[in-house]
């Protein structure tokens, strides 16, 4: 690993991500808990990052912060060149359907939905005809490989097929991130390899992809590794990633 600061660069383009001093606190009553302490960072377009960190480091805020979910008590954060920080709930909202695609450790599916309709969600949500979100809507599921699976219903579905339909809704508006939350937690060592492999594609294909996640071997498929604790970054290291390509998936 290259050890990579988290500090503001000269470059002319803008970052698809860019932070600057961002703390946010939150009153407990007659204690104030600083979730994160300042913090600065860029993440270009196309970038693979995990974040990492012990529980109350820091990084669910971080991910709240940047999936547009809370917003900043001091500080700076700019997406795509908006600057999202002092945006109203409504502005936040729209934001994060056009912006940022979420992946979730439990997968968040309407159980009683079929996986078109799930993947169809945001763009509901967006106010798209009904043929024109079919039709982004099968081919997101094309994408991650369950066009053949439109019609099941969770129930229906394997862990991964689950989780391989919340990443297809995640991709469905084309966002500017793909923030996935802990995306392999609820899932076994070989459906674990399976969505890696997935992400990986898809960071070949040009999207940026940020994933937290405690698990270090899950970590080692991106290719820079951002380590938070008391709210600060402690690392933020360059890496080459493993390939799944070249290795025999656990049984």
């Given amino acids: 690993m290259n050890d990579r600061p988290s500090e503001p660069r000269a470059d002319t383009k803008e970052p ?10 939150y009153d407990m009553g007659r204690v ?24 109350g480091s820091g990084k669910s805020t971080l991910m709240n912060l940047l999936g547009c979910l809370d917003t900043p008590t001091e500080g700076t954060y700019r997406l795509r060149g908006t600057e999202v920080s002092n945006l109203d709930d409504n502005e936040l909202a729209t934001v994060r359907n056009r912006e940022i695609g979420f992946v979730f450790q439990t997968f968040n599916l309407l159980p009683r939905a079929t996986s078109l309709h799930n993947v169809e969600l945001p763009l509901i949500y967006a106010g798209m005809s009904s043929r024109e979100r079919k039709k982004k809507a099968l081919h997101a599921l094309d994408i991650v490989g369950l066009d053949d699976r439109a019609d099941h219903r969770p129930n229906e579905l ?7 339909v919340a990443i297809a809704r995640a991709l469905v508006n084309d966002p500017a991130i793909l923030l996935a ?3 392999t937690g609820n899932l076994d ?19 940026t992809v940020i994933l937290v996640t405690h698990e270090p071997d899950i970590s080692l498929y991106a290719h820079r590794v951002v380590t938070f604790l008391d709210g600060l970054i402690v690392k933020d290291e360059l890496q080459t990633p493993k ?4 290795e025999a998936v656990p049984g």
């Avoid at 698809?16 to 606190?25: A, C, S, T």
């Avoid at 994160?36 to 012990?54: R, S, W």
């Avoid at 390939?243 to 070249?246: D, K, V, Y």
């Fill in 16 to 25: 698809v991500i860019k932070i600057r001093d961002l703390k946010k606190i």
């Fill in 32 to 55: 104030k808990v600083e979730a994160l302490a300042g913090v600065n960072l860029d993440i270009e377009q196309n970038e693979f990052i995990a974040i990492m960190g012990p529980s």
């Fill in 158 to 164: 394997s862990g991964g097929q689950r989780q391989r």
């Fill in 181 to 183: 939350d802990e995306p």
């Fill in 189 to 207: 060592s070989k459906t674990s390899y399976e969505v890696m492999e997935l992400f990986i594609r898809l960071h070949d294909e040009g999207q």
């Fill in 243 to 246: 390939r799944l390509e070249t």
